[in-house]
């Protein structure tokens, strides 16, 4: 007698060869390439934007906020839950310690996110957009920004080294 399972059982006895498995890497992949990608590529257009001078620094800060606030944090997040499914369906589990440790970086990379670039992005905002009166607040916040953004950056590559070295204690 053969039993079924339908989709959910199809999804826990996913190997690496299934095609489950492999969609949601590739979900996985992506999201992240895109979240965090794409957050990286913020701190090259925040330079470039602040060399060109004030309406470019205010016209990337706008396109920039539309593509965080839609895409690169919903892609973030779901590189995050992918990567749950991943281990879930797939041959790894949260026993493992590259697993636990994956966590890490990216809990620390939402907390930099949303505890100190976004709050200091903003600040820079409304600074840039006050014009020449607070122009050394912006400087000081455009420094704070490129630290952070910095920091973000070091943080995912780090997430991305535990995922290939796949270290163990």
């Given at each position: 007698m053969v039993m079924t399972l339908g989709i959910s059982g199809s999804l826990l006895g996913a190997g690496v060869d299934s095609g489950w498995y492999q969609a949601v890497l590739v979900v996985h992949l992506a999201s992240a390439v895109v979240g965090f990608g794409g957050s990286?590529?913020?701190?090259?257009?925040?330079?470039?934007?602040?060399?060109?001078?004030?309406?470019?620094?205010?016209?990337?800060r706008r396109s920039f906020e539309f593509a965080s606030n839609r895409l690169i944090?919903?892609?973030?997040?779901?590189?995050?839950?992918?990567?749950?499914?991943?281990?879930?369906?797939?041959?790894?589990?949260?026993?493992?310690?590259?697993?636990?440790?994956?966590?890490v970086p990216y809990f620390a990379w939402l907390a930099i996110a949303h505890g100190a670039l976004r709050p200091t992005a903003a600040k820079l905002a409304a600074a840039l957009d006050d014009g020449p009166q607070r122009a050394g607040d912006a400087e000081r916040l455009r420094r704070r920004a490129e630290l952070w953004s910095a920091v973000s950056n070091l943080v995912i590559v780090a997430a991305i080294v535990v995922m290939v070295v796949k270290p163990s204690w």
């Open positions: 990286a590529v913020g701190t090259v257009m925040l330079r470039r934007a602040w060399t060109e001078g004030p309406d470019a620094a205010a016209a990337v944090d919903i892609a973030a997040y779901l590189a995050g839950i992918a990567g749950v499914v991943a281990v879930i369906i797939g041959p790894w589990n949260f026993q493992q310690d590259w697993v636990t440790i994956a966590f």
